[in-house]
C-alpha cells in the first residue's frame, strides 16, 4: 500500500555540536512500482499536494503493470537542448555536408532559444511565428525568414519520426512568398554580353589567385554550358572528362554533388574540343589534380572585376562619340542594373537554363539537365524570359484574318482545315460514300483522322434505283440521317478523307477503294452480313467494294450450300458479282 510519511533528519548545531533529531519538511510517499521494487520519492510541503502526487505516481505505475504506457513521456521530460544535440549527431550519422550540418543546426538553435522553449511541449506554432516575425523586423530577407523555419520545421518532424513525440505542433506553418521582399534577383547574361566578357577576360592580366585571365575565361564557359555550380567546377579533374564518347560527358561525383547522386552531364562537341585542348597544353597535370582551384575563394568577387574590365574595354571600342556616350548609359556587363538585379558566380547557371529554354527544349529536359527535383525551381527561379522571347512566341502565332470576302483561291485553304465548304462535302451531290467518318450525322469537323466507320442506317431505296447502272437514290439527311449509294458502289468523288497525322485534308477520289490503304483482315475470314437494323460488320462491305476495283472474280464452288458466295483471285476483270439476296447468308472469303 502506498503512504504518504515525513522523513526523519538528524542536524548537527555547527556552534555547539549537538545533534538534534526533528522531521523533514516535504511529505514523502512510499509506493511500489511496476516492477515490484519499492520505492520512495520527495513529494511536496502541503500534505494534500504530496497525496494527488502519490496518487498519480500509483495510477502510472498499476498502468505500466497492465501495459498501457505513454512511449514518449520519458523524451517530454528530457531538455530540448538534449533533443537538439541528438538532432546534430543524426544529421552527421546521415552524411550532410558539414555547412549543411552547422547552418541547420544554427537555425533551429536560434529559434528554439528566442521562442524560450525548454521541453517539447513547450514548443508553439504562434510563438515561432514571432519569433520570426521579429526576425524580419530586425533586417534579415524574407527568404532568411523562409531558411528559419525550414529548420525547426526540420527539427519538429525529426521528434516524431524519431518517436520523441506524438505531434508535430509546426507541420501546418507555410513560409511566406519570397517575391514580396526579395534582396538578391540574379539577372542571367546575354549572348553579347557573355561573348564580350569571353574576349576581354584573357587580356586583363591581374591574376586571381592561382588562376590567369585565360583560365578564368574557360571556367565561365564551363559554367554557363553545363549549368554546375561552384563546388561541384571545384571538384573537376582532367579524368571527370570523357572526351571520346558520343556524346562528350563530364561526370560529378556523388560526393561533390548537392543531391548526392552521381552526376554525368553531356558536352557540346565544339565545347568538348576546345577543352581537350586547353588540358593538353597543361603537361604537369596529372589526372587526379584540380582544374579549377576556386574552393573557399570569393568566386563572385573575381566575376565582378571580369565583368569591370570587360565593360570598360568594350566601351572603349565604341566608334563614336555617341555610341561611346550610349554604351555608358547602358547596363550592358554592370555588376547589378537600375533593378537591383545582380551577376554573380551562381547566375552563369542561370545563363545556362534560361538559354536550353530560349532555345525550343521541353521543360522536362531543362529540369534534367538543372539536375533540379521540382520543375517550379527550374521554369520560375532559373529561367529568366525578356520581353523579346515573349515577342518572338507571339509572332509565331497565325496571322490576324483580313475580314474581307474571300475568293476562291484563299477559300481552299479553309477548305482544307475543315473550316469551310461543309455543304460541298456532304449531301451537294446527291451521291454520298458507303463510309463516312465518325461524327458525320452532326457535322462534327475533326482536327485529325479517326477510323472510318459504317453508317447507322441503310438507305437504300429499290424504286427508285436505275437498272443498268444499279445505282440508289438518295434521301435527304433530314429523313433518314446519313446517306449513302447502294452497296457495291464507289464512293462518292467529293469525299475528303483525312490521313494520318496533324496534315490537312486533301481530294483523293477513290482512296477509300484503295486497296494498299484498305484495313484489311487476314484471308479465310468469315463475316456476317445483317440488314434493317441488325448487326453490320464493316469488312463485309469493304470487301464488296474491294470487288470492283482489284483482280477478284466471283464463282459458286461446289459442295456448297444455296446462298454462299466464294471469291478467288484471277488475273482477268470479272463480271458484276451477284449479291445475297439473303441478309442471313455467309460471305466467305478464300
Same mark, same amino acid.
Given at each position: ?6 522523513? @526523519? ?11 538534534? =533529531? ?42 505500466? /503493470? !497492465? ?40 537555425? +533551429? ?47 519538429? *518532424? ?5 518517436? *520523441? ?8 506553418? !507555410? +513560409? ?40 578564368? /575565361? ?5 559554367? %554557363? ?10 571538384s573537376v579533374t582532367p579524368a571527370s572528362f570523357n572526351f571520346e564518347s558520343n556524346p562528350p560527358t563530364i561526370t560529378v561525383e556523388a560526393g561533390y554533388s548537392k543531391r548526392r547522386q552521381?552526376? %554525368? ?27 579549377? @582551384? ?18 570598360? &574595354? ?46 525550343? %527544349?521541353?521543360?522536362?529536359? /531543362? &529540369? ?29 502565332? @497565325? ?9 476562291? =483561291? ?17 449531301? +451537294? ?6 463510309? %463516312? ?17 459504317? +453508317? ?49 485534308? *486533301? ?27 441488325? =448487326? ?50 455467309l460471305v466467305e472469303v478464300v
Open positions: 500500500m502506498a503512504s504518504l510519511y515525513k522523513k @526523519p533528519i538528524t542536524r548537527t548545531d555547527p556552534e555547539t555540536g549537538v545533534r538534534t =533529531k526533528s522531521k523533514s519538511k516535504k511529505w514523502w510517499g512510499r509506493y511500489r512500482a511496476a516492477n515490484g521494487t519499492e520505492r520512495r520519492v520527495p513529494l511536496a510541503a502541503d500534505k494534500t499536494a504530496a497525496q494527488a502526487m502519490l496518487n498519480e505516481l500509483v495510477r502510472k505505475a498499476e498502468r505500466e /503493470a !497492465a501495459g498501457i504506457v505513454d512511449p514518449f513521456e520519458s523524451n517530454r521530460k528530457r531538455p530540448l537542448a538534449e533533443h537538439l544535440a541528438d538532432y546534430k549527431r543524426h544529421l552527421e550519422n546521415k552524411g550532410v555536408s558539414k555547412d549543411h550540418l552547422q547552418t541547420t543546426h544554427q537555425r +533551429a538553435s536560434a529559434v528554439v532559444a528566442e521562442g524560450g522553449f525548454k521541453m517539447i511541449d513547450d514548443i508553439s506554432a504562434s510563438r515561432v511565428l514571432e519569433v520570426l516575425a521579429a526576425k524580419r523586423k530586425a533586417g534579415i530577407s524574407i527568404v532568411s525568414s523562409n531558411h528559419y523555419l525550414r529548420a525547426i520545421k526540420m527539427f519538429s *518532424r525529426w521528434l516524431v519520426a524519431d518517436r *520523441r513525440s506524438n505531434d508535430d505542433r509546426i507541420a501546418h506553418l !507555410a +513560409a511566406l512568398s519570397a517575391d514580396i521582399d526579395r534582396r538578391c534577383i540574379r539577372r542571367p547574361l546575354s549572348t553579347e554580353e557573355f561573348i564580350v566578357l569571353i574576349e576581354k577576360t584573357p587580356q586583363l592580366k591581374q591574376r586571381w589567385p592561382r588562376m590567369s585571365g585565360p583560365d578564368r /575565361a574557360l571556367l565561365y564557359i564551363v559554367a %554557363v554550358y553545363t549549368g554546375l555550380r561552384r563546388n561541384e567546377i571545384a552521381k552526376d %554525368v552531364v553531356p558536352l557540346r562537341r565544339d565545347f568538348a574540343e576546345r577543352l581537350s585542348q586547353w588540358i593538353a597544353q597543361k603537361p604537369n597535370v596529372k589526372p587526379t589534380d584540380l582544374l579549377f @582551384p576556386i574552393k573557399g575563394q570569393r568566386t563572385s568577387k573575381m566575376l565582378k572585376q571580369d565583368l569591370e574590365y570587360a565593360r570598360k &574595354q568594350w566601351i572603349k571600342d565604341a566608334e563614336s562619340d555617341e555610341e561611346r556616350e550610349r554604351r555608358e548609359k547602358s547596363s550592358f556587363l554592370v555588376y547589378e542594373d537600375c533593378h537591383g538585379h545582380v551577376v554573380d558566380f551562381h547566375s552563369l547557371r542561370k545563363t545556362f537554363i534560361t538559354n536550353l529554354t530560349r532555345s525550343g %527544349v521541353t521543360p522536362k529536359t /531543362a &529540369q534534367l539537365l538543372a539536375r533540379h527535383s521540382d520543375i517550379n525551381l527550374t521554369m520560375n527561379t532559373y529561367t529568366a524570359l525578356g520581353v523579346l522571347d515573349q515577342a518572338a512566341a507571339v509572332e509565331a502565332l @497565325p496571322p490576324v484574318p483580313s475580314g474581307q470576302p474571300q475568293d476562291e =483561291k484563299t477559300a481552299i485553304p479553309l477548305r482544307a482545315t475543315g473550316t469551310d465548304g461543309q455543304s460541298r462535302r456532304f449531301g +451537294a451531290t446527291g451521291e454520298v460514300p458507303v463510309l %463516312v467518318p465518325s461524327g458525320a450525322e452532326n457535322g462534327a469537323k475533326q482536327p485529325t483522322s479517326s477510323p472510318i466507320r459504317l +453508317a447507322t442506317d441503310c438507305t437504300e431505296t429499290e424504286s427508285k434505283r436505275q437498272p443498268s447502272r444499279r445505282l440508289a437514290m438518295s434521301k435527304t439527311p433530314k429523313e433518314n440521317g446519313p446517306i449513302r449509294t447502294r452497296k457495291g458502289h464507289s464512293a462518292s468523288h467529293h469525299l475528303q478523307v483525312p490521313e494520318r497525322g496533324l496534315e490537312p485534308p *486533301r481530294p483523293c477520289g477513290h482512296w477509300i477503294l484503295s486497296p494498299a490503304r484498305l484495313p484489311i483482315p487476314p484471308l479465310r475470314q468469315i463475316v456476317q452480313l445483317q440488314f434493317n437494323g441488325n =448487326k453490320v460488320d464493316r469488312f463485309a462491305l469493304l470487301f464488296q467494294a474491294l470487288i470492283r476495283q482489284t483482280e477478284l472474280r466471283p464463282s459458286i464452288l461446289a459442295n456448297r450450300r444455296p446462298g454462299r458466295l466464294s471469291l478467288t483471285a484471277s488475273a482477268a476483270r470479272p463480271p458484276r458479282p451477284q449479291v445475297c439476296s439473303d441478309t442471313n447468308d
